[in-house]
């Protein structure tokens, strides 16, 4: 491993693990709010949110050191050790044990992530960036995902819903990720380059709708972990495709390392259906717990 791959390495977990710290402070703020326009004038009140979106920015600035060292491929999917990071935050702020199921969830996604890693052995662009073509194919695939997400986020109902808002924002983040990798090049040749030229502008505008979108997602599910596994999901798997396909960026392509990347995929795939469905799970306990509390105020029980 070379010096500029474990600083993109090491600056990649720091960023995972402010983020997932920030993004636990925020999605226990948000629930102790009362939606409507009003929301976020009740949250930029509470300290512990303001917190939060303080931590996400301190891991933004990891993600952008990351990015500058490495490549999208190598450093995004590191984001997967989010969930394991978030999973924790979140039973310590709400002060109780990680589920089990859910630990086991984040640890068989980590494995994934290790083998995805070591197998892939992602490069930076030798010459010029990917075709065109291929550009304005994945453009379309991605704008497709995206109006769906947005589709099932206002036509669904509970957990569905959350979802379609997680998705949304993974897409967002994910495309954000490819304009910081951008940007982060472009400060190589000076801190005013990246005013020359569109990414940082199109940052300003794609940032914040992925971060609006994750705090509805957030505000509609109980649990973090559901809508946490599936925008640090949909997010490096975005910005992957975006640096293979646009950026021109390799990763190994042998029979073998193909096949362990396969692999990997399935073990990241298994762990996140894990935490999803367990999340689910808990999420639906939590309601119907909150509903026995309530009936029994009322002496209905």
Known sequence: MTDQTLVAVLAALFGASTTALGTALQQRATQLVP???RMWLALARRPSWLAGVALV???????????????????????????AFGSLFSAWLARRRPDPLLVAGTVTSWAGLALLLGAARPTAAPGPHGTAAGGWWLALALGAALMTALLVAALGRGLHRALGYA???GLLFGGNAALAKLVADQL???????????PVYAMLLVAPAGFLLSQRAMQLSRLLAPVNAVISSVDPVTAVAIGLVVLGERIADSPAALGAQCLAGALLLTGIIMITRRGARLHEAHRAARTGRERAALGWG
Not at 73 to 78: D, E, R, S
Not at 188 to 198: T, V
């Open 57 to 83: 920015g301190v891991g933004f600035a990891g993600y952008l050191t990351a990015l500058a060292h490495g490549t999208l491929a190598l450093t995004q999917p590191i984001m997967i050790s989010g969930l």
């Open 35 to 37: 939606p409507g326009r």
């Open 167 to 169: 998705v949304a924002s």
């Open 188 to 198: 190589a040749h000076g801190w005013a380059e990246p005013a020359r030229h569109w």
